[in-house]
């Protein structure tokens, strides 16, 4: 799940700003016969690459009508939008108990953010969603999840958005092992996965990045209006967080219980169980230093098992360690 709060251009990456979209797309269109390309963009605040994207989209959306396969049938040749065979959009949306179970539980989580605003509109819509969903209320109540938002962390944040203020973070990098100093122009936070973020303008790196509430180790707002360059765009979470580069290595790692820690706190490419509480998990690093430095402090907790070549170097870390100490 992503949400977002700030920042004018989320709502054309965001999954939520994307789905009103489509569901407003159709009828939209439907109602005018047809709409010039330009003019739908503006209408929706979107450019014209991001309106082409959603209507590549609908073409994979199949309706259920009378007949076993209805595709909503649209173009755009031309510069001018059509759709067609949409009648079944106009059908009121019916959720399984799964999904509405889910949606419960996911906007029970959003609920208990520290700070959120429109809180009563919320527990409006958690209010009629229980009441439609019937049984599926009754299941979803019996999940609890609990979300670190950051605290403090969270509420300064908040602020430096209303303000449009830089702030200064100190922030701890896992990739690297290392605590980094940058001054950041905020654009907006996201909670995805459970986990809080910020997105702004690092100065730093002189670019959008994403860094993660609790990983946040200090922070100042400062006295600095923040600028964040007109052609930064968001980062669309909907692709995921985890971007390796094709040049980097892949490493997998074998976890026990007592280190799977390991894959809710680093990026993961994959995650399999393999039994007894254990997991095999595969990441990618453009460098092998820091992986060597958790491998051994993981210590009995989990083990580099391929790259073969990393696996050794590892073990050699090892035994140069413990003799320094006579243990080897």
Not at 46 to 63: F, G, H, R, T, Y
């Amino acid at each position: 799940m992503s949400g977002a709060t700030g920042g004018g251009k989320a709502a054309a990456t965001t999954s939520t700003g994307r789905l009103g979209r489509l569901l407003a797309l159709v009828p939209y269109v439907v109602s005018r016969d047809s709409v010039a390309l330009d003019q739908a963009a503006a209408a929706f605040g979107v450019s014209q690459k991001q309106l082409i994207d959603d209507l590549n989209l609908l073409w994979c959306v199949e309706l259920r009508a009378p007949d076993p396969y209805c595709p909503i049938d649209l173009s755009y040749e031309g510069g001018e939008i059509i759709v067609t065979e949409a009648e079944s959009i106009a059908r009121p949306l019916r959720l399984k108990v799964d999904e509405a179970s889910a949606l419960l539980v996911a906007l029970r989580m959003l609920a208990g953010i520290p700070g959120l605003q429109d809180r009563d509109a919320l527990s409006r819509v958690i209010a009629k969603l229980e009441t439609a969903a019937g049984a599926a209320a009754e299941v979803s109540s019996k999940v609890a999840v609990e979300v670190d938002a950051g605290g403090e962390t969270l509420g300064r944040l908040r602020h430096a958005i209303g303000a449009g203020r830089r702030v200064h973070l100190a922030y701890y990098v896992p990739a690297r092992d290392e605590n980094t100093e940058r001054d950041v122009d905020p654009m907006r936070l996201l909670m995805v996965e459970g986990n809080g973020y910020l997105e702004g303008w690092c100065r730093r790196a002189e670019a959008v990045r994403l860094f993660r509430l609790d990983r946040i180790t200090a922070l100042a707002v400062l006295d600095v209006p923040a600028e964040v360059p007109d052609g930064a765009e968001p980062i669309d979470v909907d692709a995921g967080l985890f971007r390796p580069s094709p040049g980097d290595e892949k490493v997998t790692f074998e976890l026990t219980p007592r280190g799977r820690w390991v894959a809710d706190y680093y990026p993961c490419e994959s995650v399999e169980e393999v039994g007894e509480g254990r997991l095999r998990v595969v990441l990618r690093t453009p460098d092998t230093r820091w992986v060597r430095g958790l491998a051994l402090r993981l210590g009995d907790q989990g083990r580099v098992v391929a790259p073969a070549w990393l696996a050794a170097g590892v073990r050699d870390d090892a035994v140069r360690a413990l003799a320094r100490y006579g243990m080897a």
